[in-house]
């Protein structure tokens, strides 16, 4: 079973295990973004995109943990952080990243049902996100809705995402009519 606060994701025969993200997460969960964007989304966005997007090849830990303020979890595989989600405590979805080799598998599922559970536990109603060009599929399977498309302009380059959004259900008892 895990220690509290510890689940397992089992996809495609994988035992990945979910936990709290800690600030010693940090190093670890900015590899994790500069590979998701450098590589897992180089068919998405060109070359000079992904290097604006994220121009640093290290955390820069002169400044705030932006995670550590958040409500996020990391996959680990043994050892490993292999992906990270962050919610901000009004159901803003700001951080979801996933190592391009476990992207697919069921990884980045297994952060969103976390955070959903949060989200349903906490009372939240509506959850609002910024999705890339390759977060949008995976959003959208999971119920979420585009209300518009953007292009942000980021280091002088053009970004697309779109701003998305889902309505969670209310329990029985709080439904309003």
Request: aromatic content about 8%.
């Given at each position: 079973?895990?220690?509290?606060?510890?689940?397992?994701?089992?996809?495609?025969?994988?035992?990945?295990?979910?936990?709290?993200?800690?600030?010693?997460?940090?190093?670890?969960?900015?590899?994790?973004?500069?590979?998701?964007?450098?590589?897992?989304?180089?068919?998405?966005?060109?070359a000079?995109?992904?290097?604006a997007?994220?121009?640093?090849?290290?955390?820069?830990?002169?400044?705030?943990?932006?995670a550590?303020?958040?409500?996020?979890?990391?996959?680990?595989?043994?050892?490993?952080?292999?992906?990270?989600?962050?919610?901000?405590?009004?159901?803003?979805?700001?951080?979801?990243?996933?190592?391009?080799?476990?992207?697919?598998?069921?990884?980045?599922?297994?952060?969103?049902?976390?955070?959903?559970?949060?989200?349903?536990?906490?009372?939240?109603?509506?959850?609002?996100?910024?999705?890339?060009?390759?977060?949008?599929?995976?959003?959208?399977?999971?119920?979420?809705?585009?209300?518009?498309?953007?292009?942000?302009?980021?280091?002088?380059?053009?970004?697309?995402?779109?701003?998305?959004?889902?309505?969670?259900?209310?329990?029985?008892?709080?439904?309003?009519?």
């Amino acid at each position: 079973m895990g220690s509290p606060g510890i689940q397992s994701a089992k996809s495609r025969n994988l035992n990945v295990s979910i936990r709290p993200y800690h600030p010693d997460d940090r190093s670890a969960c900015f590899q994790v973004f500069r590979r998701a964007v450098h590589e897992g989304a180089a068919n998405a966005y060109t070359a000079e995109q992904r290097a604006a997007w994220c121009p640093a090849t290290e955390p820069d830990l002169s400044t705030p943990d932006r995670a550590a303020d958040m409500v996020a979890y990391v996959a680990c595989k043994d050892s490993q952080i292999i992906g990270f989600m962050a919610m901000e405590h009004d159901g803003h979805l700001d951080l979801a990243f996933v190592l391009p080799e476990w992207m697919g598998l069921g990884v980045a599922q297994a952060l969103y049902d976390k955070l959903l559970e949060w989200a349903q536990d906490h009372h939240l109603i509506h959850l609002t996100t910024e999705a890339s060009l390759l977060a949008r599929p995976f959003f959208a399977k999971n119920g979420w809705d585009v209300v518009t498309p953007e292009t942000i302009l980021r280091h002088g380059q053009r970004i697309d995402r779109f701003r998305m959004a889902i309505d969670l259900e209310r329990p029985d008892n709080e439904k309003t009519i």
